[in-house]
């Protein structure tokens, strides 16, 4: 009950908070459609880097957006109402990874085949590009509620976010990219999309752990 | 004081903050329909005080029980059946005065409150204005009225009435009264006068540590904040 109207009252609020929550999808296009600009139209060279340039630029995107995740409700005392309810906040952070993922990875998704058409990635690594960042992004957003958790109340939250979580996002790119690159060059997609799944199911388990443990003392 | 209908009581609080002692040896008891008011100048751990009985902060030395039980045993429980209205008003600019009811009351994890608790405050022409076009005194009722959405017995109250006006201090005045009617217990920190008759008083500056206490036997400082020379 609690768990569903926190989602509820998280997508709203960021429905209603305007551009905000689609700052991130913005980032996403145009950094992305700045590298054929850089690296030149030639299409054999685009369609060489377009995994890991779309997987970087996603990477990136869905960090900008992590500080907004319990910085708000911290500064504005929610946080501490939030803590006062019956709801283990294990729970508290699942909801609100759920939600801060939905309004801002969401959207991300749907985007990207565009972007994969106007980096001229081969079409038979669609697929598996869709589903690398179906599994992939919300490890961003589960690693990154630790970081955000960790840094409320720091001034200048954000690049300190940015430092503890871009280490740990390293593996999540490797198997991301190489699975798109086992499905262009027909060596197989499976095993690294199954390591993804893995490191899903992983960080659901242990993520809201930590970031619960971090929500305690922020508000001491 | 009968010990049955002892509620809540603490029992030799010490407080440390940034590496200073607050405040030290503080007991007291409060049982059902009492109420506690303190007092004391600003930096002397008024607020301290509330997030330990709030179960945010862990007291240096000492505990605090709930109906017998020490509140860091479970304090996730125990955090879930009080109420606690902090400095911060928690209002979202984005949401209408009902929706943060019904969100405040969710989260306790009961149903949608019903919408006249708006009248006590005289927030019930506002129930469809959003947070950012509410004024301080108006933000301040809101988040007062947090503590009917859901109940519970413990209300702890940091400066309720910092901008509000005579008339809501009266409507506050009243919600206390009847909270305490039916059972409820009031801790209160207050610069300005709020009538609650038959209150327990604690002037902070009593618990105010002596000079030596500062430091520890050799005398040096415990803590030892250098921030050095910029």
Same mark, same amino acid.
């Given at each position: 009950m609690a768990f569903l109207t926190l989602i509820k009252r998280d997508l709203r609020l960021a429905i209603r908070g305007g551009i905000g929550s689609l700052m991130a999808v913005v980032f996403f296009i145009v950094s992305a459609t700045l590298f054929p600009l850089g690296v030149g139209p030639e299409s054999a060279l685009l369609e060489r880097i377009a995994p890991g340039v779309l997987w970087v630029c996603a990477l990136l995107a869905s960090m900008l957006s992590l500080n907004h995740l319990f910085q708000d409700d911290y500064d504005d005392g929610s946080l501490e109402v939030i803590i006062l309810g019956p709801l283990p906040l294990e729970l508290v952070t699942i909801a609100k990874v759920l939600a801060h993922w939905i309004s801002t990875s969401l959207p991300l998704i749907v985007i990207t085949p565009v972007l994969a058409i106007l980096l001229n990635l081969d079409m038979s690594g669609f697929p598996t590009l869709m589903y690398s960042l179906l599994l992939g992004t919300p490890i961003l957003s589960l690693i990154g509620s630790i970081g955000a958790s960790l840094t409320l109340g720091t001034r200048r939250g954000g690049i300190l976010v940015s430092l503890l979580v871009l280490p740990i996002y390293v593996p999540v790119l490797i198997f991301a990219t190489g699975a798109i690159e086992g499905a262009i060059f027909g060596f197989g997609e499976s095993a690294n999309l199954l390591i993804l799944a893995a490191a899903l199911v992983a960080s659901l388990v242990l993520a809201p752990w930590a970031s619960a443990a971090a929500l305690r003392m922020a508000v001491e | 004081m009968k010990k049955t209908g002892m509620d809540i009581s603490a029992h030799h609080l010490e407080c440390f903050r940034g590496g200073r002692l607050i405040f030290q040896n503080l007991t007291f008891e409060l049982s059902k329909g009492g109420a506690l008011t303190l007092v004391g100048p600003n930096g002397s751990g008024k607020s301290s005080l509330l997030r330990i009985l709030a179960g945010f902060l862990k007291p240096k030395s000492g505990h605090v029980q709930y109906n017998k039980e020490n509140i860091f045993d479970n304090v996730d429980t125990y955090r879930s059946k009080i109420h606690y209205v902090g400095h911060l008003d928690a209002i979202k600019p984005n949401l209408t005065v009902s929706e943060h009811l019904n969100f405040w009351a969710a989260s306790k994890g009961?149903?949608? /409150?019903?919408?006249?608790? +708006?009248?006590l405050l005289d927030l019930k022409t506002l129930s469809e204005i959003p947070g950012k076009f509410l004024s301080a005194g108006q933000k301040r009722r809101l988040s007062l009225t947090r503590l009917l959405t859901a109940p519970a017995q413990l209300w702890i109250l940091d400066e /309720? =009435?910092? =901008? +509000?006006?005579e008339k809501s201090i009266n409507s506050l005045e009243n919600m206390l009264a009847t909270h305490r009617a039916d059972g409820g217990i009031v801790v209160i920190a207050t610069h300005t006068r709020i009538s609650l008759p038959n209150s327990q008083n604690i002037s902070m500056s009593n618990f105010k540590p002596l000079k =030596?206490?500062?430091?520890?036997p050799q005398g040096?400082?415990?803590?030892? +904040?250098d921030y050095g020379s910029w």
């Open positions: - | 009961y149903e949608k /409150p019903n919408q006249d608790i +708006l009248e /309720p =009435s910092v =901008s +509000l006006d =030596s206490a500062f430091e520890n040096t400082p415990m803590v030892d +904040l």
